[in-house]
């Protein structure tokens, strides 16, 4: 079974240019999500899809940030405009169950964005 | 709201020899899940082990064991047998309501020879 797949596995750009991640899930995995690591720290939910239906966005960035999932199979994330703290990897990760908590998340290898 | 913490930046154990990774969590769910995730240098992360928190049962997965502390909220990592490939960055989450998962800030584990 394939793995999620993420790409591109490595970014650099500078501030206030424009990067676009993407993401095609295990499939058949309903739920999608978007995370942002910085170095040294734990993941930050950006945004959590089902199907192709947002469950929480609360904290992404929307002045910077969009994500879609269209067709709620694989799904895109930008940033636009770039900023310095915006440097990271993005996870992305699926999960097989749709509602209720019984599913483990499944992660890519991410993309790591470095923002000069 | 819900939390985890973990409040060991980073631990050190030499080859071979048992260590223990902690994990305090908050949540007003009535079930959830719990799980350690392993992130290796540059790789990606990937389960250790899950625990569900209405099984009073501690979950364990060959060398990997959990101590589940369901009144205190607390859910420890045990690695026996400690190996290099061991070496990693090792997150604590919580699944709660809606498949929402609350991660901790992380475990820098170093395994020595």
């Known amino acids: 079974e394939a793995g999620v797949a993420q790409s591109p596995r490595y970014k650099i750009i500078e501030k206030r240019q424009s990067v676009a991640f993407w993401c095609n899930p295990i499939?058949?995995?309903?739920?999608l999500y978007w995370y942002q690591q910085i170095l040294g720290q734990g993941p930050k939910l950006l945004i959590q899809?089902?199907?192709?239906?947002?469950?929480?966005d609360s904290q992404l960035p929307k002045d910077r940030f969009s994500a879609e999932r269209l067709k709620g199979v694989d799904s895109t994330l930008k940033i636009q405009p770039a900023k310095l703290e915006d440097s990271a990897v993005y996870l992305c990760?699926?999960?097989?169950?749709?509602?209720?908590?019984?599913?483990?998340?499944?992660f890519g290898e991410g993309s790591r964005l470095t923002v000069l | 709201a819900q939390t985890v913490t973990q409040s060991q930046p980073e631990m050190s154990v030499q080859e071979a020899e048992t260590v223990t990774l902690s994990c305090t969590y908050d949540?007003?769910?009535?079930?959830?899940?719990l799980f350690w995730y392993k992130q290796p240098p540059s790789r990606q992360m990937i389960l250790v082990i899950r625990?569900?928190?209405?099984?009073?049962q501690n979950a364990t997965e060959n060398r990997f064991s959990v101590n589940f502390q369901k009144a205190a909220k607390s859910f420890s990592l045990k690695i026996s047998d400690s190996q290099l490939g061991d070496t990693a960055m090792y997150f604590c989450?919580?699944?709660?309501?809606?498949?929402?998962?609350?991660f901790g800030s992380g475990t820098k584990l170093n395994v020595k020879p």
């Open positions: 989450a919580l699944n709660g309501n809606f498949n929402k998962f609350y």
């Open positions: 625990q569900e928190a209405y099984k009073q």
């Open positions: 899809f089902q199907n192709n239906g947002v469950v929480d």
């Open positions: 949540t007003s769910e009535s079930n959830y899940y």
């Open positions: 499939s058949g995995h309903a739920t």
């Open positions: 990760a699926s999960s097989f169950q749709s509602r209720g908590n019984t599913g483990e998340l499944f």
